[in-house]
């Protein structure tokens, strides 16, 4: 059997058996051992591993170049390093500002790694700061040496600009016993061609040339094709599914007024989602302005008694408020503009990005898809709405069943939740209700609308089989590869 696979065995594939025979090498190595170009090497390589002669695994290294920045750390220390011996001597902050050098990035450095306490304007140095000073850390050897292999210590660096980073790959190529059983076969074979040339069709030379035999059992490396990301495929299913149900796609900006996130929705000013734990605000004191100023004393009015709604509106108003800028926190607001810009009748959507702060873990996130839309037109009524919602849950989340339950929303009333019987479970899927005369009679809206928004990044993680959220925005080559298309 392995004189038969011997010669078999391509040209390239038997330089690279070879050149193995002493014991593992890498890809580099072989290609400076056999004259070929590595990628022949990586190719024969890969021919080799699927007739389980080789196995091979990839090694990384990382190549550190240090900054300007870098540089100076190297020779004349880390700020947080000087702060420490400049403190025994002088431990208050106002004498510290001529003599240490990027004094903030030095105590912020030092309190992080607890080497000092501050207090009253006095610094201490810690126990754990005194035996700092005795030796060098990993951070001040790897500046000295221009290496390390410590991830964290890596991380370190490149966060403070001190380094930038090559990554180096190798792969490590190893004989398997069949490989070493075969090495003997590879002298006794004999030199085989595996193409004909012209000069051997014109000469007749091919006459005294033996040819080798194609292996049809060869196994073939699993072929990927390109492919979109699982969850833009999956954005891009809902859209198809929506615009194929008659509805209209529109958009709206990250960077939102006050005004459309939240005001002309009928949100009071002093309500608790409009506070810095809940939105991101723009850091610049720049205002916003609204085009339609007779909309805007609508709201206005709206909010301060009501206007010609038959509501009390909130007693107050504050337009400086409502002209600040702030991250878009809900597709609503995209919802208010499309109503807000004259549409009177028809079917409207958006899937978009919206921000809120938020703990980064495997269920929360600070940017989020949200799909929404509404539905505007003469007579619409909440039996219309319970009807889209079951074609929503059935034709995009795929739902075996689904029901519906009395829900609250600011903006809607009525409000229903709908829950979906999804692989077996039943998830939370929708939320919607019919807007309230204060959000669509100031926008210049008489006739009824129904508000709707899919819960898009839970659906999205249902559908994928992923329970990290993060994996959404997954950009690992290797789970992009292996993952499976959902449609």
Not at 148 to 165: F, G, P, S, Y
Not at 333 to 340: E, F, H, I, K, Y
Request: charged share 25%.
């Amino acid at each position: 059997m392995s004189a038969d696979l011997a010669r078999k065995l391509h040209p390239q594939e038997r330089l690279v058996l070879i050149s193995l025979e002493s014991g593992e090498a890498t890809d580099q190595a072989i290609a400076r051992e056999t004259g070929l170009p590595k990628a022949a090497v990586n190719k024969a390589g890969l021919w080799l591993k699927l007739k389980g002669l080789i196995e091979y695994k990839d090694k990384k290294e990382f190549k550190i170049s240090l900054t300007q920045e870098g540089r100076n750390y190297a020779k004349n220390g880390l700020p947080e390093k000087i702060l420490l011996k400049i403190c025994e001597k002088e431990p208050y902050l106002n004498g510290l500002r001529k003599k240490v050098p990027e004094l903030t990035i030095a105590l912020a450095w030092a309190k992080k790694n607890g080497w000092i306490e501050i207090g009253k304007g006095k610094i201490t140095v810690t126990k754990e700061g005194r035996l700092a000073l005795s030796r060098k850390n990993d951070l001040e050897k790897a500046l000295e040496t221009g290496e390390t292999h410590d991830e964290n210590i890596m991380a370190q660096l490149k966060a403070r600009n001190l380094v930038t980073v090559t990554e180096l790959k190798e792969k490590i190529f190893a004989l398997t016993p069949a490989g070493r059983e075969i090495i003997p076969q590879l002298a006794s074979a004999k030199e085989e061609i595996g193409q004909l040339t012209p000069q051997d069709l014109r000469t007749g030379a091919w006459r005294e040339k033996d040819f080798r035999p194609y292996d049809i059992n060869t196994p073939v490396p699993t072929a990927i094709p390109a492919k979109m990301h699982p969850y833009t495929q999956f954005i891009n299913y809902t859209r198809q599914k929506l615009i194929a149900l008659g509805f209209k796609e529109v958009k709206g900006p990250y960077v939102e007024l006050e005004f459309w996130n939240s005001d002309s929705l009928f949100m009071p000013q002093d309500h608790p989602a409009r506070g810095i734990h809940d939105v991101f605000r723009i850091k610049n004191l720049k205002k916003g302005f609204v085009k339609d100023t007779l909309l805007l004393k609508r709201v206005s009015e709206t909010h301060k008694n009501g206007w010609t709604t038959g509501s009390a509106g909130w007693g107050t108003w504050n337009q400086e408020q409502t002209l600040s800028l702030i991250l878009r926190s809900q597709t609503t607001a995209v919802s208010a503009r499309t109503l807000g810009a004259g549409a009177r009748y028809g079917k409207f959507f958006t899937i978009e990005r919206n921000f809120r702060p938020d703990v980064i873990d495997a269920t929360h996130s600070f940017e989020f898809h949200q799909a929404e839309g509404i539905v505007v037109g003469e007579g619409m009524n909440l039996r219309h709405l319970l009807g889209y919602l079951k074609i929503f849950g059935k034709e995009i989340a795929g739902a075996e069943q689904v029901r519906f339950r009395p829900g609250y929303f600011p903006f809607t009333e009525p409000s229903v939740e709908m829950d979906g019987l999804v692989n077996g479970k039943w998830v939370e899927l929708a939320g919607s209700g019919i807007f309230r005369p204060e959000v669509t009679q100031p926008l210049g809206v008489n006739v009824p609308v129904l508000a709707w928004g899919i819960g898009f990044g839970r659906l999205a993680m249902i559908k994928l089989g992923i329970t990290d959220m993060r994996d959404l925005f997954n950009h690992d080559l290797e789970w992009l590869k292996n993952k499976r298309m959902v449609y």
